[in-house]
Every structure is written in C-alpha cells, then in structure tokens.
C-alpha cells in the first residue's frame, strides 16, 4: 500500500525548463562559451548545478560562474517559473488521503525554499531535502534513503515522481517504485531505458497509483 510519495521539484513539479536554459544560455554569452547545445542542457537536469559548471565551466572561475547564473536566474524566477498543470490539485488529492509527501532535489536549500513559499506549495510537504542536506546526489539513493527515514516511511510503500535519468537512477537505487513525469522531451526514451511502469500524462494522473 502507498501511503508516501516524493517528489522531485525542477521539472516535476514546476516548470523551470525555460528560465535553466535561459540561464544557461547567459552564461554561455558571458563567458565566450562556444558550442551551446539545449539537448546536452536538458540532460543534465537533475544534477546539482556546481556539479554541471564545474565540469562545463571548468577554465573559468567556478565562483564568477556561479554567481553570473543565480544573479540571472534570480531576477526572473518568480515571473517566469509555475506549477505544471493540475500539480495543485495532485497535493490536495494526496494530502486528503493522508499521504506523506516529502521533496527530493539536487536544487540548494535556499532556492528551493524560496520556490516552494512563493508557489504556495511548502505545507504540502513534511520533509524537504536538497543539495546542501546530503553528501551524496542523486543518482546516488542517499536523498531519498534520508527523505523516507525522516518521514519514517518503508521503501515498498513509497513512489518518487521525477522527470530525469537522475530521478529514475535515484528511485532504482533506493528500491523505491519510480514514477516518470511523461510530459517532456525525453519521456519515451527515459520510459525505455529504465522499464518505468508508471508514466504520468499529467500529475493528477498519480491518482490511478495510490
């Protein structure tokens, strides 16, 4: 019986694909980057951002870096970031059936705090961890292993929702039932490779699993 559910955040339960990429592109520009690619960007959605700039931006100062893309990033977040469809009325679902639910994400904790509270969504959530409250990030199962211990949920009784190879490899690790969110680009191709049973049209779809 499910009786937990644990989202990602980017990508799952808002739309942040634009404004990252938006984000990505600034960067590039400012720092002479050639050889920006929206594909390769997509694809490493889900892992912590210093991860990804270190690698990428790896002759530049990871610092400069860093503080040029949040300062981009900042400015527009609230404007141009929003629930996807139907997630509002999934968490009211969830939370009138007594369902735990918790968040997941390589996202740091200050952003992600800030994301939650102006999206009204943060009562929703018992337990939020990010990027600052593991050693460990996803794929690695660490984020999930300590989101269920401090809900005191059981890995059988418990679905983690995400949108990226990250989430479903996390999922896997952990001996979690993977949901996949199948509204994105890569959806099919991420269907495949990690044989997802559940594949969400939209979040409110999560009813037909719980």
Not at 38 to 64: C, I, K, N, W
Request: glycine residues 4%; contains cysteine.
């Amino acid at each position: 019986m499910i009786d937990t559910v644990i989202f990602d955040f980017d990508g799952t339960l808002a739309d942040t694909s634009q404004v990252v990429i938006n984000s990505y592109k600034h960067i590039y520009t400012v720092f002479g980057k050639d050889g920006f690619d929206e594909d390769y960007v997509m694809s490493t959605f889900g892992e912590p951002l210093a991860l990804t700039l270190q690698r990428d931006f790896s002759e530049h100062s990871f610092e400069d870096v860093i503080a040029c893309y949040r300062e981009y990033q900042v400015e527009r977040f609230n404007d141009e970031v929003s629930l996807y469809k139907t997630v509002k009325e999934a968490l009211d679902y969830l939370k009138g059936k007594n369902i735990k639910m918790g968040i997941a994400t390589s996202r740091l904790r200050n952003s992600t705090l800030a994301a939650v509270d102006n999206l009204n969504i943060k009562k929703y959530f018992d337990v939020i961890i990010t990027a600052d409250d593991v050693e460990k990030h996803k794929p690695d199962k660490e984020p999930l292993i300590k989101t269920m211990e401090l809900l005191n949920s059981k890995k059988e009784n418990t679905l983690y929702v995400g949108d990226s190879r990250f989430d479903m490899e996390c999922a896997i690790n952990s001996n979690v039932i993977p949901v996949l969110c199948g509204w994105h680009k890569l959806s099919e191709e991420l269907k495949n490779q990690y044989n997802v049973k559940y594949v969400l049209d939209k979040m409110i779809d999560i009813k037909e699993i719980v």
